[in-house]
C-alpha cells in the first residue's frame, strides 16, 4: 500500500543537547554563547522520520507524542508516518521516509521479522536506525545488526512481575487462568512464560485462553472460565484491556478471582484503586518515544554514537498502595 500523498506531520522546537567542545564543556553553554546557537543550527537541519506502528491505537499514539515533544524541544523536524497496524503499509513508509532523505529513520515495530527488511533499506541509504517498542530478528538481545539503537519493554521480565503481584495478591495459591494477547504476538509466549516461571507449585494453571488484548475477549474469556473453573483464585490477563473485561465478567458471576495484569493504562487505575484489580505492570509509550528521540539526535549532532545498543526501560509493579509509581501515558 503506497503512502505518497498521506499527511504528513512536522514538529520543530529547541535543542536540548549542548554540543561541548574540547576547552567548554557541553554545561558551560547558554542559550547566547556560540556552542549552544551551533548545537541548534546543526539540530534545526535535521529530519526524523518515525514509521508509526498505528496511530489509530492508544499506545503507538503515545509512543508519536514522545518522539514529537522532544523534536519540539530539539528544534528537529519530525516526520511521523501512520503504519496503520499493517507490515505492508510501514515498510511503504519506511520507502517514503528513505525517499524523503530524512536524516534518521525510528521504527515503532510491527513484526520482528519484515522488520530486517527495513533496517536494510534504510542502511543502504546511509540512514541510521532506531526501533522502538520492539526488536528485529529472533529477540532483543544482541541487538539485530544495522540497528543504532533499540528500546523496548522486558516482555518476559514483565511477565516475572506480575507474577510476582500473583504471590502477594494470593498469597495461598490455588486455580490460575491466564488470559493472552492474540495468538501470533510474540509477547504473548514472553508474557505467559515470565508469569509461569515463578509460581510456585502451590499454584495450578487450569486454563490459558485468549483474549486478543480487547476488553470484550477479556470479557467473553473469563466469564467462560468462571462457569467452568468456581474455585478459582486468580486471572492474569496480560493486558490492562482485557483485565477490564475481566472485571465486568466477574462483576456478574459468584467468582471472585484477584488479578494481576500488564499494561499502565490509564483506565484501569480506577479499578485498581477500587481493588478490582490488584495491580498491573506499567509502561510508558511516551517515555519511550522521548528516550528513543534523544538517543536519535545525540547520534545525528555526534553527541553519542550508539551500535546495536539495548535498553530496557523501567517497568514497575503498581498496585493500590502506589499508583503513582506510573505515569498512567495512555
Not at 142 to 162: C, K, M, Q, R, S
Not at 208 to 232: N, R
Not at 238 to 250: N, P, Q, R, T
Not at 277 to 303: F, N
Amino acid at each position: 500500500m503506497s503512502n505518497k500523498g498521506k499527511g504528513i506531520v512536522a514538529v520543530a522546537g529547541t535543542l536540548v543537547f549542548g554540543l561541548g567542545t574540547g576547552t567548554m564543556p557541553a554545561t558551560a553553554a547558554t542559550s547566547k554563547s556560540p556552542v549552544a546557537a551551533t548545537a541548534r543550527e546543526a539540530a534545526s537541519k535535521l529530519t526524523v522520520g518515525l514509521a508509526s506502528e498505528g496511530l489509530n491505537a492508544p499506545f503507538p499514539v503515545g509512543i508519536a507524542n514522545g518522539v514529537r515533544k522532544m523534536g519540539a524541544a530539539d528544534h528537529v523536524k519530525v516526520v511521523v508516518l501512520d503504519g496503520k497496524l499493517t507490515v505492508t503499509t510501514q515498510e511503504a513508509d519506511v520507502q517514503d521516509l528513505i525517499a524523503e532523505h530524512v536524516s534518521g529513520i525510528i521504527i515503532d515495530v510491527i513484526d520482528p521479522g519484515p522488520t530486517i527488511k527495513m533496517i536494510k533499506e534504510a542502511n543502504a541509504a546511509k540512514i541510521p536506525v532506531m526501533l522502538v517498542h520492539g526488536y528485529a530478528g529472533k529477540g532483543p538481545k544482541p541487538v539485530y545488526p544495522g540497528v543504532a539503537y533499540e528500546i523496548d519493554e522486558n516482555e518476559v521480565h514483565a511477565g516475572v512481575l506480575a507474577g510476582q503481584m500473583a504471590l502477594k495478591a494470593d498469597p495461598k495459591g490455588g486455580q490460575v487462568a491466564i488470559i493472552t494477547g492474540t495468538p501470533g504476538y510474540v509477547a504473548v509466549g514472553e508474557r505467559e512464560a515470565g508469569f509461569k516461571s515463578v509460581l510456585p507449585k502451590s499454584f495450578k494453571v487450569v486454563s490459558v485462553q485468549p483474549g486478543d488484548w480487547t476488553s470484550p475477549g477479556g470479557y467473553s474469556a473469563c466469564s467462560a472460565i468462571f462457569e467452568a473453573h468456581p474455585k478459582l483464585a486468580l486471572v492474569y490477563t496480560e493486558s490492562d484491556d482485557m483485565a477490564l473485561g475481566c472485571v465486568k465478567a466477574e462483576a456478574t458471576s459468584s467468582v471472585k478471582p484477584a488479578i494481576v495484569s500488564i499494561g499502565g493504562e490509564s483506565a484501569v487505575k480506577a479499578d485498581i484503586s477500587a481493588g478490582k484489580v490488584y495491580g498491573t505492570v506499567c509502561y510508558e509509550p511516551m517515555t519511550e518515544g522521548e528516550t528513543v528521540m534523544k538517543a536519535m539526535v545525540a547520534q545525528l549532532t555526534g553527541k553519542a554514537h550508539y551500535n546495536r545498543a539495548l535498553n530496557f526501560y523501567a517497568t514497575p509493579i503498581v498496585t493500590k498502595a502506589d499508583l503513582n509509581k506510573c505515569g498512567w501515558q495512555w
